[in-house]
């Protein structure tokens, strides 16, 4: 039975929560040192990892049978950057954690085994986004105030490689087929598209003002970004569609007020879309690109995550302080879960 882990920032301190997903209930609050901002689980669902803002920071080892501590690893100095980032990351074998520590520009290697930082590897200015290839070979890390990507080789845990990029680097997508990474450039309104085995830029595409935020369909097909205009006055609260095969967009799909986060529904038919600003979720049917509904739920949606069947979607409200949940065969807000304070990101067990 799948269960719902939402990071709650908290004033001064937060916890995570813990919802059941059969009866959509509240059914613990995990008190963790600091503020936590990000959590990742292995792949069997049997631990989830959380990451706690500080100086240092911390990551947080929870059993998911009975919710749980059972480990807490000191890491380099997190902050919170106001927005969503990925700055942590779990290899598909399970056994290596990577942490993007911002302020000390670094990032922490977590063997999971013993739970046990086994390296610390500097990389460039401001280190958020986080991604791996689906072979466990690299890992490729976002500075976002050096408009580059580093890309680190995960059986020496060492850098590799440094990939000049656009300004203001987000998130980070990895093709299925693992031949290609999509990277977003919230300075630039471009996205980088980078060949794993060269790594070299082999195209920039132009999409809409502060690009955010992407997801890849499951068949590779398709690249979906968040363009955001955070920063704009114009071009953003958009998504734009890039066809993997020509590097082009090929639709651009009008959203709510600032979008920030994105998933894609894994038979790929739906994309849900959380605006910040208008209080909703933007449902795209992908099969035409159009905007099949538009739900309303709490204050400021930060963040969102699908359960592995598509029946669900659960949003995190940051400052009404809930989680919502979308019933995907009717697009209706079936529940308001009350959580922690100041909910940002949420992740589902496997």
């Given amino acids: 039975m799948p269960f719902v882990y939402v990071a709650n920032l908290g004033m001064g301190g937060g916890n995570v929560s813990v919802i059941d997903t059969k009866v959509n209930r509240l059914i613990s609050n995990i008190q963790v040192e600091g503020s936590p901002v990000a959590t ?10 959380v990451l ?35 700055p942590i990351a779990i290899s598909h074998d ?29 990389v460039n200015d401001n280190p958020r986004f986080v991604a791996i290839t689906k072979d466990d070979q690299f890992v ?51 996205i980088s598209v980078v060949d794993i085995k060269t790594n070299q830029v082999i195209s920039t595409v132009g999409v809409g003002a502060n690009p955010f935020n992407l997801e890849i369909t499951s068949d590779g097909q398709y690249v979906y970004v968040v363009n955001s205009q955070l920063m704009s006055f114009s071009g953003g609260n958009t998504v734009s569609v890039i066809e993997t095969k020509t590097n082009q967009v090929i639709s651009t799909v009008d959203v709510g007020a600032q979008p920030l986060t994105l998933k894609i529904t894994a038979d790929d038919q739906f994309v849900y879309v959380a605006n910040i600003d208008g209080n909703t979720i933007s449902v795209i049917e992908t099969k035409r690109n159009q905007v099949l509904s538009t739900v ?4 400021a949606p930060f963040n969102l995550a699908i359960t592995a069947d598509g029946k669900y979607v659960y949003v ?12 995907t065969k009717t697009n209706q807000v079936i529940s308001t879960i009350e959580v922690g304070s100041n909910p940002l990101t949420l992740g589902i067990t496997p």
Avoid at 76 to 86: A, E, H, Q
Avoid at 153 to 172: L, N
Avoid at 296 to 299: I, K, L, N
């Fill in 296 to 299: 309303r739920v709490g204050s």
């Fill in 94 to 122: 399970g056994q290596w954690i990577y942490v993007a520590n911002n302020v000390s520009n670094n990032i922490t290697v977590i063997d999971s085994k013993d739970l046990r930082v086994i390296a610390t590897v500097h």
């Fill in 140 to 190: 490729y890390v976002g500075n976002t105030n050096s408009a580059n990507v580093t890309v680190i080789k995960i059986k020496t845990h060492q850098v590799i490689s440094t990939i000049p990029v656009g300004e203001d680097v987000a998130e980070i997508g990895i093709t299925p087929d693992g031949q290609c990474a999509y990277i977003c450039n919230f300075g630039s309104n471009t």
């Fill in 40 to 49: 990742v689980f292995s792949p069997n669902g049997q631990y989830g990892y």
């Fill in 316 to 327: 995190s409200n940051t400052i009404d302080n809930t989680t919502s949940v979308i019933e």
């Fill in 52 to 86: 706690s803002l500080g100086s240092p920071g911390h990551v947080i080892a929870i059993d998911t049978k009975d919710h749980s501590v059972i480990a807490q690893i000191q890491v380099g100095s997190v902050s919170f950057t106001g927005f969503p980032t990925t």
